[in-house]
């Protein structure tokens, strides 16, 4: 049996940033930039904040703090902090994914990271260092899980892997060492939960369930360091994570290659506000929407396909996907989602004020979703396989990737634009003080500060 808890609870507990490669806290800091941008809009706009927002009052969880929330011009106390910021991060579903464990890392764990290293004043760097060990944690337990496995069982690995990413964020900055870092990890696998049964009526579980994951590994992480014993052998063992969420548990890949080959570096950026798996196809038919100078009206027929996490999540059952009644389920709709990059010739945020047109909804409705074979046993599951007919022709494109992966990363300029789209209409001008914070961040000796 390899010892996974014991292992990554000492690489975390010994990570130093100055042992890191530099573009790898980079990375982390890019991604941090990223994840602030959604929490700022998704703080003024997602349907499902008010109710957030109502219940954090009604339970008392809003009592004033110094833990920031990016957007709001108040602090919290740190778990409803790590809450809010992770529920509002994952809100938009525009942020960031690892494509191999088909999860999004730092929605659950950069709340965790940034609550814990305000209630500690760290600086920049240790909080950098710390979001980089969550990240390793959560993408290497999503690898071992095998996510179409997990999937298939039902769960939403961002929210289950997540939370142990959390923990282990949070637990660096609260100065636990391995032993406490592996107690966070005990009582992280009694919290680590997320299920895909959101997708049923487009409900708004996704977004809670990782803002909880956040605050989970932040209360983990915080028992440990009160002297908590949390469960040994938290992912190994008989009754461990990797037993009870997987039927087909890969357990070396939790730690191949761990100090030397960086998960982190994997972490792609999203270009459009929705599921990663209908970004490859919608890559594809707006390149190849600009070439043709297609309209909406050309377009006979598009065939759509996908590896079957895709259909699971997208593309099924078919004619209700083609007909989403709510921002939850245009995001997880490939045919809503392509016939409004036909149709727009682009796709983001403010695009969802589509939903129910008339133009969009027929269009889409000559939109099929079928199982592409070459997509399945692939590392990357996330490419598309389009055809589309027209008047003057059909066309068929393979995408293996969708855009914004390591390959295609967006350069300073690009993250800086996906910000300001975000941001700027929430805090007009002080968003580009807010990036500027950030985008500073290894250099800045108190992160309480970053809201200043």
């Known amino acids: 049996m390899i010892r996974i808890t014991e292992i990554l609870s000492d690489y975390v507990a010994k990570l130093d940033y100055q042992d890191l490669p530099p573009e790898v806290p980079e990375r982390a800091k890019q991604l941090f930039i990223d994840l602030a941008g959604s929490i700022v809009r998704a703080a003024k706009e997602a349907d499902s904040t008010p109710s957030i927002f109502a219940m954090a009052r009604r339970l008392g969880l809003d009592a004033p703090g110094t833990a ?32 191999d464990s088909s999860l999004h890392a730092s929605a659950p764990v950069i709340p965790a990271a940034l609550a814990a290293a305000q209630m500690t004043g760290a600086s920049g760097r240790e909080l950098l260092a710390a979001i980089v060990a969550g990240y390793e944690v959560c993408c290497r337990l999503g690898n071992a899980l095998d996510p179409t496995a997990h999937y298939a069982r039902g769960f939403h690995p961002t929210a289950t892997a997540g939370t142990f990413g959390a923990a282990a964020a949070a637990g660096k900055l609260l100065g636990l060492d391995a032993a406490g870092i592996a ?21 708004w579980n996704k977004r809670y369930q990782v803002g909880a994951s956040a605050m989970n590994g932040l209360i983990a992480a915080t028992l440990a360091a009160e ?22 548990p890969r357990p070396d890949m939790a730690v191949a290659g761990l100090g030397s080959i960086y998960e982190t570096l994997k972490i792609g950026m999203k270009p459009y506000p929705s ?42 059952p078919l004619d209700e996907k083609r007909h989403p009644k709510s921002v939850v389920d245009g995001q997880f709709s490939m045919p809503f989602t392509a016939a409004v990059a036909l149709y727009k010739g ?71 634009a996906k910000f300001m789209t975000l941001a700027r209409p929430v805090l007009k001008n002080e968003a580009s003080a807010l990036f500027a914070r950030i985008d500073d961040l290894a250099n800045l000796s108190d992160v309480r500060k970053i809201a200043i």
């Open 68 to 99: 920031t929330v990016f957007g709001l011009p108040r602090g919290y106390i740190p778990a409803t902090a790590a809450l809010l910021n992770g529920a509002l991060g994952h809100s938009l579903d525009f942020d960031d994914t690892h494509a």
């Open 183 to 203: 107690s966070a990890f005990g009582v992280a696998a009694s919290q680590a939960a997320g299920s895909l049964q959101f997708l049923v009526n487009g409900a």
């Open 227 to 248: 002297g908590f014993l949390g469960a040994a052998d938290a992912i190994e063992g008989k009754h461990g994570f990797l037993t009870g969420y997987t039927d087909n």
């Open 275 to 316: 599921c990663r798996y209908t970004h490859a196809a919608i890559d594809g038919l707006l390149s190849a929407r600009a070439e043709h100078g297609w309209s909406a009206l050309d377009i006979r027929r598009v065939t759509i396909g996908l590896h079957r996490n895709g259909i699971v999540l997208t593309g099924a």
């Open 346 to 416: 682009g796709f983001g945020w403010d695009d969802y004020s589509l939903l129910g047109n008339p133009d969009v909804e027929a269009l889409a409705a000559r939109v099929d979703v079928v199982q592409d074979e070459r997509l399945e046993g692939l590392r990357h599951p996330f490419g598309a396989h389009i055809r589309v007919e027209t008047a003057a022709g059909t066309l068929e494109r393979h995408i293996a990737d969708p855009s914004g992966e390591p390959d295609s990363f967006p350069d300073h300029a690009q993250i800086e």
